[in-house]
């Protein structure tokens, strides 16, 4: 099994992995604010943001059905502050376009208000290209892979916001937003934060669990409801928890649910859920990625990558799979944080509902 993961968590969904070197983090005292919003317009916000990064691209081609949705800001009440993430893919119509699409975003982007605070190749053994950008006056950033030998060659997307207040008597509302409106020859579906929450979401190549990527790629789970799904995936969550095995606090992350690309969005779903770990001593943040190297194998999990990431701060980070959970996780120590902290992202294979009934979003 494989998995691509893109903010947020962060992202989603969680989008999104997490990056640093970054103003938007998923780090609650380090996101940039984002005002004074509800979910739906700070929605409306990101996908407009997602839309013009697709107008820069230039070249024809389709992109994916996804959704935005509506994630915490890690370490604020969840019933008042947010962040929205939107994964998203394009494949262009040639193949060929893909290498200029990527050279054409990296030169075009700053002249549209992005920093771009990395690009480069990952460490995956695909070594695929990847860009991180900020942008201070969308309070927005995105996360984008250039996945030249997946088939088809895509680009894998990951946009997310900052992190917005509900207006006062207000709750945050959570769900999943229909696709970028925009009229066009494609057919829309629509970090860091995106993926510095993640975001959302990055994508990690080399493993079929995806965020952004072929249906055929991921696999399946079964039959299950939304709310089971999710208490299952929360308790693969738990179980990694107790292979830390240091004393600590754990982020009241909640798992979101997103669809399985290029498949029925009302009857099939995946779960994702994005947490942290902050270990009561510092000094037991190596100790706590130690005990998770050398326990998940003993636990059923085949551990497909494990080492610096390509972030200014070279993060370590793990990338594991379990056929036995039909999930897999990646998880990045941030030891440059303050505080130093985990980061985790728990994703689930792809689910289909009972029949006669829709996938409940949340």
């Not at 066009?184 to 860091?192: A, C, E, M």
């Not at 606090?249 to 994005?274: L, M, N, W």
């Amino acid at each position: 099994m494989k998995i691509k993961l893109g903010v947020l968590a962060a992202a989603m969904p969680l989008a999104l992995t997490t990056l640093t070197g970054c103003s938007m983090t998923d780090s609650g005292s380090d996101i940039l604010s984002a005002g004074t919003s509800t979910s739906s317009d700070a929605a409306d916000a990101v996908e407009a943001v997602s839309s013009g990064i697709y107008d820069l691209i230039g070249v024809k081609g389709k992109t994916s059905d996804s959704r935005a949705t509506v994630t915490e800001c890690s370490g604020k009440d969840p019933n008042t502050y947010f962040r929205v993430l939107r994964p998203w893919s394009f494949t262009p119509a040639s193949p060929g376009d893909l290498e200029a699409v990527m050279q054409r975003l990296r030169e075009a982007m700053p002249k549209h208000g992005w920093k771009i605070v990395e690009y480069g190749p990952d460490t995956s053994k695909n070594k695929n290209m990847r860009l991180t950008a900020d942008n201070d006056a969308k309070r927005a950033s995105v996360h984008i892979i250039e996945m030249a030998k997946d088939n088809p060659p895509m680009l894998s997307v990951d946009v997310a916001s900052g992190c917005h207040q509900v207006p006062d008597g207000r709750k945050v509302e959570h769900f999943q937003a229909t696709g970028l409106r925009r009229t066009s020859d494609v057919t829309f579906r629509q970090s860091t934060a995106a993926l510095c929450a993640s975001l959302a979401l990055a994508a990690v190549a080399g493993c079929g669990t995806t965020f952004a990527g072929k249906s055929d790629d991921v696999p399946s789970v079964g039959i299950g409801t939304s709310r089971d799904a999710a208490a299952r995936t929360q308790k693969v969550s738990s179980r990694l928890r107790d292979l830390i095995g240091v004393k600590g606090t754990a982020s009241d992350g909640s798992p979101g649910v997103q669809e399985c690309s290029g498949k029925d969005r009302d009857r099939y779903f995946r779960i994702f859920h994005k947490w942290s770990f902050h270990p009561a001593s510092e000094g037991d943040l190596d100790i706590a990625m130690r005990n998770l190297k050398q326990g998940m194998p003993g636990r059923g999990w085949k551990i497909v990558e494990y080492g610096p990431d390509t972030s200014a701060n070279k993060n370590l980070m793990l990338i594991a799979d379990s056929e036995a959970e039909k999930a897999g996780v990646h998880i990045t120590r941030m030891a440059k944080r303050n505080p130093p902290k985990l980061s985790l992202m728990v994703v689930s294979g792809c689910y289909r509902v009972p029949d006669g009934q829709k996938v409940e979003h949340f």
